[in-house]
């Protein structure tokens, strides 16, 4: 107790660690904030270690050596790049779509200087920012305008609030679905200041549920949800596009469908509603997500009639959502691969497009570069997964490597540099090789995880954490 009591008193003040040579000398290189921070954790360690009795008489109670590994992490960046070896093309919580390498460029070049984003090069006068893509989403998409903003929830609220008018948002009660996120159709409905009128039941709704509910509405659109997250089967029914679109032109109501996704060319064996499908089908609206199944950056694209398009972009929402010029440098050069027949470079494409035998190579490499390193291994199917909320049912077969440990290797990988986000599959963690791009740094990122792992104490006395950290294994938002 009195050697308790003596430690906490001999424990050093802020001022004394921040006067050390060594600390001082950490300052030029990370700034003085950072070492600040960084002596105030180690000193409340070293009181905690105190307090629990972990100090032994001769330790120096707060190391320098402490202070600078604290400083060195304060002054890292938070936001990462880190190895998706989860076998989920389109992660949420890891990003969604990566970039293609031209995509990046062109980000690079229009953000580190000045650009054209308002400016008509032929006329000198003020344009707008999406006039750029414009053509080019008219072009892909096949859709008469077409008008970019940050991401496809905002396109959907900006829909409702510019069409809507404050009246009523007509809506299957099978479509009433959350994408995630915080992403609920009835909240954004909310949001947007129209009233939601369900009609039918949660797996059968027909025309005539929705021609019912129209009567009596002096203000009404129709709103189509695409279920992307989720499948509907068994006993069920909807009424189709060409049904929805006849009634909406019927009352002369606008029809806006809600698709999420994006596709516009997607690997053999795979299929998705696309917009060209949705508006060819008769939808008045549609709106699409930039780094789903297109590949690109986060935007949210409406496409659609021009005169509804146009009501979305004046509308005040409109400049609170706009998209930047990042990413509309990034959307240009992603469209502009699909238009020069490049789609399939594209990381999503080539992740979905991956054949079986290509990636059991690619696990075989990664298994004997963990061999050499001496990790024990298999090569072991595994499974991926579109992820980010669309085609939940699509198979995509494939390969992965199963090491054998448990949640903590999953936490020393995750916490490893670069970070690897890899799978738990009952006691091995399974790393999937779809979209884990290089096999080298992967294998050299699990042997200093492994090495790690086994000198942490056994998992028995770490209970109580989720396996991936919170990090939802199937590519859902959480
Ligand atoms: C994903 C999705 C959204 C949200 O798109 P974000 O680009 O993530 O905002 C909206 N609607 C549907 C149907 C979706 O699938």
Not at 53 to 77: H, I, K, M
Not at 182 to 208: D, H, K
Not at 374 to 382: H, K, L, M, R, T
């Amino acid at each position: 107790m009195e050697d308790q009591r003596g430690r906490l008193r001999a424990l050093p003040s802020v001022d004394e660690v921040l006067s050390r040579p060594a600390v001082r000398a950490l300052e030029v290189r990370v700034g003085r904030a950072a070492v600040k921070a960084a002596v105030r954790q180690a000193i409340a360690a070293a009181r905690e270690r105190i307090l629990s009795g972990a100090v032994n008489g001769s330790s120096e109670l707060v190391p320098d050596q402490d202070v600078l590994s604290r400083a060195q992490r304060e002054a890292a960046p938070r936001l990462r790049r880190v190895i998706n070896a989860t076998g989920v093309v389109l992660h949420t919580n890891l990003g969604r779509a990566p970039l293609h390498p031209e995509a990046l460029a062109r980000v690079v070049e229009i953000a580190s200087g000045y650009s054209n984003l308002e400016l008509d090069l032929d006329t000198g006068h003020r344009g707008h920012r999406s006039a750029a893509i414009e053509p080019l989403l008219c072009e892909l998409f096949g859709a008469q305008a077409a008008h970019a903003v940050n991401n496809c929830a905002g396109a959907t609220l900006l829909a409702l609030a510019a069409l809507g008018g404050g009246g009523a948002a007509v809506v299957s009660r099978g479509e009433l679905v959350e994408i995630g996120g915080g992403f609920r159709v009835p909240e954004i409905l909310a949001q947007s200041g129209c009233r939601l009128v369900e009609v039918g039941t949660t797996n059968r709704t027909r025309l005539s549920d929705y021609a019912a509910a129209l009567d009596g509405l002096p203000r009404a659109l129709l709103l189509r949800v695409h279920r992307s997250n989720f499948a509907l089967v068994g006993f069920t029914q909807e009424a189709t596009m060409a049904e929805l679109s006849a009634l909406a032109r019927e009352r002369s109501v606008p029809f806006l469908h809600d698709l999420g996704s994006g596709a516009l060319e997607l690997p053999e064996g795979l299929s998705e509603t696309t917009a060209a499908r949705s508006l060819a089908d008769g939808a008045d609206l549609v709106l699409v997500s930039g780094d789903k199944l297109l590949g690109g950056p986060q935007a949210g694209i409406l496409l659609g009639r021009r005169d509804l398009v146009e009501a979305c972009r004046k509308h005040p929402l409109s400049r609170a959502l706009r998209a930047d010029r990042m990413l509309l440098a990034a959307l240009e050069a992603t469209l502009r691969l699909y238009r020069s027949g490049r789609a399939r470079e594209l990381p999503v494409n080539e992740a979905l497009g991956a054949r079986a035998e290509q990636l059991s190579q690619r696990a075989t490499r990664l298994a004997l570069e963990l061999s050499e390193r001496g990790i024990a291994c298999s090569v072991v199917e595994s499974e991926g997964k579109v992820g980010g909320g669309s085609m939940p049912l699509a198979r995509l077969p494939g390969f992965g490597v199963a090491v054998q440990g448990g949640a903590d290797l999953l936490d020393e990988l995750r916490r490893g540099d670069p970070p690897v986000i890899a799978l738990l599959r009952e006691d091995r963690v399974v790393l999937d090789v779809r979209c884990a791009g290089d096999v080298g740094e992967l294998a050299a990122a699990v042997a200093k995880a492994a090495g790690q792992a086994g000198e942490r104490a056994p998992a028995s006395d770490r209970l109580g954490r989720h396996p991936s950290g919170g990090c939802a294994p199937d590519g859902t938002e959480v």
